[in-house]
Structures are given as C-alpha cells and as structure tokens.
C-alpha cells in the first residue's frame, strides 16, 4: 500500500512539475481553440443572418417585376446592392430589374443593370448570362461593335454555342454575311446536336448561305451586246452611196 502511495505521489510531482513548464502554453491554445470556434460559429450565423435579409429583398425585386411595380424593384434593388452585393441574390436580382427595364422600354437602365452583375458578380455563369444579354440590348440599338466585343469576353464553354449564334446575328445586322456564316458553323459546331435550338441555329446557316443564290437569280436578265458596224460602213447611207457608185 506504501508503494502505492509513493508511486502515485511521484506522477502527481510529475504532473504538477508538466503544468508549471508547459500550463501557461495549454492554456494560452485552448483559450485561442475557444475564440477560434466562436469566431465561426459567430461568421456562419453573420453570413446566414445577410443570406436571409438578402433572400427578401430578393423576392420583393421578384414581386415588384411580376406586379410591374418599377418603383419597388428599384428600392429592392438598391438596398440589395448596397449591403449585400456579395451575396448570390443581388446578381439574380439585377438580371430580372434589367429584363423589367428592357420591356418598358428603358435600354439604357437595362445595361446598366446588366453591367453590374458583369463587374460585381462572383458566379461565372451568371455574369455570362449578363453579357450574352448585354449584347442583345446592343444589337437592338446597332451598337454592333460594341455587341461583338461583348461577346469576345472570356466565358464558361457551356455558353459557346450561344455566343457564337449571337455573334451571328450581329454580323448579319452588321451586313457581314461571310462572316455570320462563319460564326453560325462555329455555333453549330458547339451546340447540342439533338437539340431544337440546334435546328434553329441551322435554319438561319442556310438562309446566309442561300442568299447569293438567290439574289443572282433573281438578278435582271443583262440586255444581249449590240452588234458591231464595220467602221467602213455608213449604216444611214444607201447601198449604192456607200458602194463608192455614186448613184
């Protein structure tokens, strides 16, 4: 039992000597593991509590396009952009304020919405969304080169083949039909080939390819060449005249 005792006394000094050296440093850890897990636990209920406020104001800028209520999707869209920008819901939201906009008629408000998600927006697709949108807007206002240049912009491959027609159609409102070709093969090339939109894409491909065709044939028929007059011959003087006869 002596033993024992003594035994167990020697680990208790040598506990107690283990926490002289080191209890400073251990406790230092623990208290930094404590602030550390609060600190997250603090930025996860931070970033949901901005998540949720965020998905509100996104359903009203939802609510006020449904109801054509331009004057509350713009205050939803302000108060969005203004503190929650980051969040996933502010691009979203500007791409329904910009479609709102173009209806009614505002191009310009359009774009800018449109170049907001362009430049504020984190989801790649989402900002190539903005800019296939943003060059249909420029199309419409024969804005062609800046149309292009938007389309030109790095992008997720899944959108290739939607680029690529738009492109197209820049072109042919440009009057570039060789060029439009071009960009609709490579669209064609790009696309689903089961897909109905593929079909489409293929149907306007065929129409720039028909084009010369048809405007040559329906070209006026050139009038056939006058035949030439021998230059020793006067046509307007009598045979006999022109013979050298005299009579």
Known sequence: MAVYDLEEQ???DDLKAWWERYGGTVTV???LGLLVA????GWRWYQGH???SASVLYSAVSEAVRAKDSAKAKDAIAELTNHYASTGYAPRAELLYAKMLYDAGDRDGA???LQWV???GSQDELKAIARYRLAQVQID???YDAALATLDAKHPDAFDGLYADLRGDALVAAGRPADARAAYENALAKLDPKSAYRNFVQVKHDAIAQAPKVAEANAPARPAAAPSTPANVASDAPAGK??????
């Open 118 to 120: 362009v430049d504020h």
């Open 38 to 41: 609060a600190g997250i636990q």
């Open 10 to 12: 020697e680990q208790i």
């Open 242 to 247: 022109a013979a050298g006869t005299g009579k």
């Open 111 to 113: 774009k800018a919405q």
């Open 141 to 143: 206002e024969k804005q």
């Open 50 to 52: 901005r998540a949720e």
């Open 29 to 31: 850890a623990l208290v």
